[in-house]
């Protein structure tokens, strides 16, 4: 019952099952926390994290279908400092309480890798996550402003 | 029988000597401030405000993070009348200890007249007993540290951090002038140093702090002119940030404890039932179980990890009776209400004129209903709880660090003393986390007092979480009113039901004549408590609606209608009509699009929302924009103000269009964001938020966004398609243009 995972550059060998979801192992095993729980359905988008680039959902993700791929979370996410979106988020005064925000992150960064000049439509279509406390009005307006830089 | 919420005024009624002024702590209570709280190099000065020997200023919070920024703004208020640099103020939260209780509070709701707020009315007598039951702190009486009501800036933040950095900054100069042999009032104060400007000499405030403590504080220190604040009035940004945009804040979730066990529960379907057997032989030799508990309506699974906690709960199928409740339904639910409409006990709350009398002529009548609704924050309910060598230790988010540990205390049936409680940051709370609905600490230390000797966590399910919540209540609400031969109402007849008591939030600012305004009391098995807005989430929608009603069935336009009943009220005029301009109200919009208007004043704030929505032509609402005006007196922080309505409008709009939890066989029926869906990026509507300024008094910011949010989409409705949706939520109904 080995699993092995690379997070953030670090491989882990752990001994879970392979149907362990992907968030617990990340947080409980491995003990990164920024990655978050909010409705183990694949619904809310909380857990997102990026395998082999792509946004995907760890609650839903068995540990054992991800060996071998590139696995990053919010930790990851920068090797130093903080990255455009991040410092959009900031700049742009988008968290209130935080929780979903990781994973909003993690949503967006993946879809401004593959498409930096996302319109409004690509952006609703693409980050389906759930954010209670409604800062959707800002992360519209964070997207929108690094949609128009350059690169 | 007193009501809950006149045994609160009553308490106020105690706390009346706080009248003049807010009490600063004597000193006394300083020192032992400084003992619990102050690091090596720092002292408190005042209540809430510490000064480091760098001269660093740190404003001691007595409330919590749960999304809105009080920390933030809070520290703007201490640090204008410290004539503070804002790169030396820091915000920390105040220790769960009574030392750090914030009288502000109930002061505050207390002294601001009406009644006390409905939020509080679900804990009201949890409140006070907690007060009877510990050592009352002279002339404050004992109140805790709660946040809700929208009460940090207005309470907290005006009558207590205020006056207290304000006295802080009188004993500051004053322990300068003694040094230098001057009088005080020739010395200033500028980026935390106090100056003597006929010498040239100044002192930082971390060395004055001690000196400066020793003296009486002011209660009624002078106060810095409005029109001289460098930070108040400005969009500063928020402490938190950062920490929130890398993963590295730490909420409740995420509490890490050597050697921590996971646990996963299931509760008892039906509310008010009891937990009858378990087969434990199921899960028997799956990995990583430790420990089943029973508790009285629960079974709770202990596991090395979570999700085999979880997996595991789900395989037990415990059996628990009903308590009596399995054959109720929402549909019964309706009926009831129905009955306590149209029957005889229907307490008057408002009478004035003739009151129902007055109803003459062509009577109008509608009867509305708003369902349960669960709170559903990001983060699902969770507490960490460990009992070792006598002393419980607790890691949870609440609305009330203090409550909350002395809520374990008696959970745990243990001295206050033997509770160490670390009150962490919120995934959200929107009143979920209040006192009056800590289901979530009870289980969990339930739990670690029958498993000592690690920690455990319990983390509710998405599942759990919705379907044990404390709802925001169903409400009926029946309208009668008559018209004159203007089309201007004579009579307006109220009768709604409710759980408790009745609510203040329905009594209407509009200028009619006669007036009832009357409740019923339906309580049912449904456990209920205070939901962003509370009441005025209910009223909001039933007035709102009816008075749009009213217009139609007078054949007037529904803003002016409201301009003309408003003619008494020239704030809520005034703030009706900035956000009838900024929208171009009147102007005209396509095919299947309208506008709706909706105005609430809630918490002291008045908020106007107008929707622009468009029914396509499957019959799908989509609301295009929402304009808003808003006028909570003097504003803070406008960005963090902004945040909040705008948070306010996404947060009531999935209730309006989406909202609702339904009752079947006595338990609830939905579960997840499947069945208890939210609006996602792609339904949220473009949002202008206009702030209107004035010298009213201080309103809160982080609920009244939400009330007006459904009627304007309804009354919008009306106006596209002359559907007039009455039940919410707006799903529930078929439309075409």
């Known amino acids: 019952m080995t699993v092995r995972l690379k997070v953030n550059g670090v491989e882990h060998e752990l001994d879970v099952e392979d149907e362990a979801p992907l968030l617990w192992v990340i947080r409980d095993e491995i003990g990164l926390t920024g990655t978050k729980f909010g409705c183990g359905i694949a619904q809310c988008g909380a857990c997102t994290v990026h395998v082999n680039g792509k946004a995907q959902r760890s609650c839903v993700t068995p540990a054992g279908s991800v060996q071998g791929a590139e696995i990053t979370t919010i930790e990851g996410l920068s090797a130093n400092g903080l990255t455009p979106v991040q410092q959009a988020w900031i700049d742009h005064q988008v968290p209130q309480c935080g929780y979903c925000q990781s994973g909003m992150i993690m949503a967006v960064s993946a879809l401004l890798a593959k498409n930096p000049h996302p319109s409004d439509d690509d952006l609703a279509q693409a980050i389906t996550n759930i954010c209670r406390c409604g800062t959707y009005p800002r992360i519209r307006a964070a997207v929108r402003e690094l949609a128009k830089a350059e690169g | ?737």
């Not at chain 2, 420990?291 to 699974?301: F, G, K, S, T």
């Open chain 2, 1 to 737: 029988m007193p009501t809950r919420r006149t045994i609160l005024l009553g308490v106020g009624g105690t706390a009346g000597a706080l009248v003049v002024g807010y009490a600063l702590w004597p000193n006394g209570r300083i020192a032992a401030a400084d003992r619990i709280d102050a690091a090596t190099g720092e002292k408190f000065v005042t209540n809430w405000i510490k000064v480091a020997n760098d001269d660093t200023i740190t404003v001691v919070i007595p409330h919590c993070d749960m999304g809105t920024g009080i920390f933030t703004s809070l520290t703007q208020i201490a640090a204008d009348e410290l004539d503070s640099d804002w790169r030396r103020m820091r915000a920390e939260q105040a220790p769960p200890d009574t030392v750090f209780a914030n009288g502000a509070m109930i002061e505050g709701f207390a002294l601001n007249g009406k009644t006390v707020p409905p939020f509080l009315t679900g804990v009201a007598a949890n409140t006070f007993r907690f007060m009877a039951a510990n050592v009352s702190i002279p002339g404050a009486g004992y109140v805790p540290q709660i946040t809700g009501g929208s009460a940090a800036i207005r309470f907290t933040g005006m009558n207590a951090i205020r006056v207290a950095a304000a006295a802080a900054r009188e004993m500051l100069v004053k322990a300068a002038a003694a040094r230098w042999g001057v009088s005080p009032g020739d010395c200033t104060t500028k980026s935390n140093r106090v100056i003597h400007a006929a010498s040239g000499k100044s002192f930082g405030y971390g060395e004055l702090a001690a000196e400066a403590s020793s003296y009486d504080p002011s209660s009624q220190p002078q106060l810095k002119d409005k029109s001289k604040y460098a930070f108040v009035g400005k969009p500063v940004q928020r402490f938190d940030t950062p920490r929130k945009v890398d993963g590295t804040t730490n909420y409740g979730l995420d509490a890490k404890q050597p050697g921590m066990l996971y646990a996963a529960i299931k509760i008892s379907p039906v509310f008010g039932g009891k937990l009858k057997s378990v087969d434990e032989s199921v899960i028997k030799g799956q990995r990583g179980i430790r420990h089943v508990v029973r508790l009285d309506d629960a079974v709770v699974v202990i596991a090395d990890r979570f999700w085999r906690a979880r997996d595991a709960v789900a395989a037990l199928m415990p059996v628990f009776d009903d308590g009596g409740n399995g054959k109720v339904s929402s549909s019964t639910i309706t009926e009831r209400r129905k009955a306590a409409l149209n029957g005889k006990d229907i307490k008057s709350d408002v009478k004035t004129g003739q009151g129902a009398a007055a109803l003459r002529g062509k009577i109008i009548e509608a009867t509305y209903q708003v369902p349960y609704l669960a709170h559903s924050p990001m983060e699902p309910m969770n507490t960490t709880a460990l009992y070792k060598d006598g002393v419980l230790e607790v890691w949870a988010g609440t609305q009330d660090g203090l409550g909350g540990r002395d809520f374990c205390a008696k959970a745990a049936k243990l001295p206050i003393e033997k509770v160490k409680f670390h009150l962490t940051p919120m995934g959200g709370a929107f009143g979920r986390r209040l006192p009056g609905q800590w289901n979530y600490l009870t289980y969990a230390v339930l739990t670690a007092m029958k498993v000592p000797g690690v920690a455990i966590k319990l983390i509710f399910t998405r599942e759990q979480d919705t379907q044990h919540d404390f709802y925001r209540p169903n409400v009926m609400s029946r309208f009668r009113a008559s018209l004159d031969k203007s089309g201007m109402p004579v009579a307006w007849v109220n009768d709604y039901t409710t759980d408790d008591d009745p609510n203040p939030q329905a009594h209407i600012v509009y200028d009619i004549p006669n007036q009832a305004i009357g409740a019923a009391l339906v309580p049912t098995h449904v456990p209920t408590g205070a939901w962003r807005s509370v009441e005025a989430s209910w009223h909001g929608f039933f007035v709102e609606s009816f008075v749009d009603e009213l217009a139609h069935s007078a054949g007037k336009d529904p803003l002016e209608y409201r301009r003309a009943l408003l003619r008494n009220a020239p704030r809520h005029l005034a703030t009706l009509n900035l956000a009838a301009e900024k929208v171009g109200w009147g102007t005209p919009l396509g095919a299947g699009r309208a506008r709706g208007i909706a105005m609430v004043e809630s918490f002291d704030s008045i908020v106007v929302h107008v929707a622009e929505i468009t029914i396509d032509e499957k019959g799908s609402v989509k609301v295009d924009r929402i304009v808003s005006a808003v006028d909570c007196g003097m504003v803070v922080n406008p960005d963090g103000l902004k945040a909040q309505i705008e948070g306010a409008i996404v947060f009531g709009l999935s209730a309006a269009l989406k909202g609702e939890i339904t009752i079947e066989n006595g338990a609830v029926a939905q579960s997840n964001f499947t069945d208890y869906p939210m609006v996602r990026l792609a339904e949220c509507p473009e949002i202008e938020i206009h702030i209107r300024e004035d010298d009213g008094p201080v309103g809160g910011g982080g609920e009244p966004g939400v009330p007006p949010v459904a009627p304007a989409v309804t009354n919008a409705i009306f106006a596209a398609t002359g559907v007039r949706i009455r039940e919410l939520p707006i799903k529930n109904h078929p439309l075409k243009v």
